[in-house]
Structure formats: structure tokens, C-alpha cells
């Protein structure tokens, strides 16, 4: 079996599935590569409005696979070049929902974090504890941990490596919703199939503009905001979504 499955689930929605519970769902290169390839392939088709992430009833991820890094050296790890395989996960233009059951830890945090939604089950646990085996988070854990969460909260999971609880994610920010772990998957795709329904451009924008502002000065994000506000006015889908609202009726979006 692949380490990465697709399906499509549903009209628009494709569901990404980590496929290596013999061991956690541990991401080798293998994986990684595939993810890449996945999310690359997905971002670039019309039909796809929105992706679902996932692992197993078990686990979302146990992080980068350890046995593959324990003999490595400095310039091995280099020349692996896998930040060009997160950047293809990071760039997808789509929106992304992870679907969390169980742990999500090290590289499964940070994989969690590179998408848009997360919707964690009640026994879901999220954690970077990287430095418990010698070394650091290396895929955006010191960097989106700390935008998502803050300094402090996550100072305190960086320096210690112990996870933390789906309630005390939730609480502390790092996480968009909590379910009973029976209804993870199933209200992923539900909230994935609402925004399929919705014009595919203008979540586009919305998450293009949003995560650009992030590393932007409040006025270069307010003009980014502007410009992609006044762009959407050329879109079909924004004649339709207002004059349906002036029709009262129900619109139908293109991606036009
Ligand atoms: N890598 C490789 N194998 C793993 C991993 C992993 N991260 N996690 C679990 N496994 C394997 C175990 O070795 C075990 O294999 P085997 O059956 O052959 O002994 C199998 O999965 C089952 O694991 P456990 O017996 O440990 O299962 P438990 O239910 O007792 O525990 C845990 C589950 C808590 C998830 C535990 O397995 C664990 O702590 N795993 C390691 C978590 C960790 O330290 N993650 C961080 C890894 S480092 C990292 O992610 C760096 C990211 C940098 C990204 C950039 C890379 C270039």
C-alpha cells in the first residue's frame, strides 16, 4: 500500500489520507514526497475546492520518521532538501482542514500547522517533542507554533517536548474546533463540503491574502486585502453571489 491514499469523497472535495500505521504514520521522505506531489496535483485542479487531511482512528502523525534521521549528518540533511517538499504543502492554493485523531506530534504537529482548519478529536494530542530526541522542530514548529499560540505557550511545549490535550490546544488557540474522535473525519467533510459550495476564488484570495499579511506590516496586509477585495469584483461568481442575494435566491459558483 502507497503512504499516502486520495479519494474523493464527495463533488470537490478530496480527502488526503497518511497511510503508515505500523508505524504511527511516521512521514519518511517516501511520504513526504508523495504529500508534496499530492498537494501539488490537487492545488492545480479546478475540480478540487477544498482538501481533507488525515490519518487513522489511531494516530495523525508521530512526526518525521526517526529511523531515517538517527545516522544522518548535518550535510546529508541538507542535501535531502525536504523543505521543498513542505513548501509544495504550504503553497497549495487550496484550502486544507486536518483531520486529527490521536497524536499529532513533531512533524505531524507541523504538518497539521502548514493547513488552514484543524479539527481535532477530543483525544487528540498535539506536541513537538523533538528535543526529547536530541534535537529541534525543523518543518515550522518554533516558528507557526509561536504565531499560533504565542511566546509563552509555546515556549513551554517547544522546551519541554510534553503534548498537549485537544481541550488545552483548543483553549490556547491551536486548534479550530474539537468533536468526539467518532466524528473527526465526518465533520471535516462536512465543513470541507460548505466550503466547496462557496466561491472557490474568493477562498482562494482569502487564504492567499491571510497568511501573505501574516509576515507583512498591517498596511502592506490592508493593501494586499484591497487589491484582492477589488480583483474578486471581476469574478462571475461575485455578479452571481450578489444578484442571488438580491433575487433571493440560491447561488451557484463557478470558479469563474
Ligand atoms: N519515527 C519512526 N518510527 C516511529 C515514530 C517516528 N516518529 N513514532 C513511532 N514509531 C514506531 C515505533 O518505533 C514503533 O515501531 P516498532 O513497532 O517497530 O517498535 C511503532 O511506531 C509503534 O510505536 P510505539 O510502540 O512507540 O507506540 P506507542 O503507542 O507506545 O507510542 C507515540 C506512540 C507516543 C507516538 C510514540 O511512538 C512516540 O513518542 N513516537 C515518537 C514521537 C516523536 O518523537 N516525534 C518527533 C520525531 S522528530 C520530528 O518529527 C522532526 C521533524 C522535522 C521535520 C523536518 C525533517 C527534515
Redesign the pocket.
Known sequence: MPEILVEKPQAHVALIRLNRPE??N?LNIRARELLAEHFTALGADDDVRCIVLTGNDD?FA??????QMADAGAVE?ML?K?HLLWLAVSDCPKPVISAVNG?A???GC?LAMHTDIIIAGESAMFGQ??V??G?M???GGTQRLTRAVGKFKAMKMLMTGRPVSAAEADAMGLVSEVVPDAEVLSRALEMAGQIAALPPLAIMQIKEVAIAGQDASLSTGLMLERKAFQILFDSRDQKEGMKAFIDKRKPEFEGR
Open positions: 508505524v504511527k511516521a494516530v508521530a512526526g518525521a520518521d526517526i529511523k540533511m535531502r525536504t497524536y506530534l513533531g512533524g507541523e517533542p523533538e526529547r530526541v534535537i522542530p525543523g518543518a
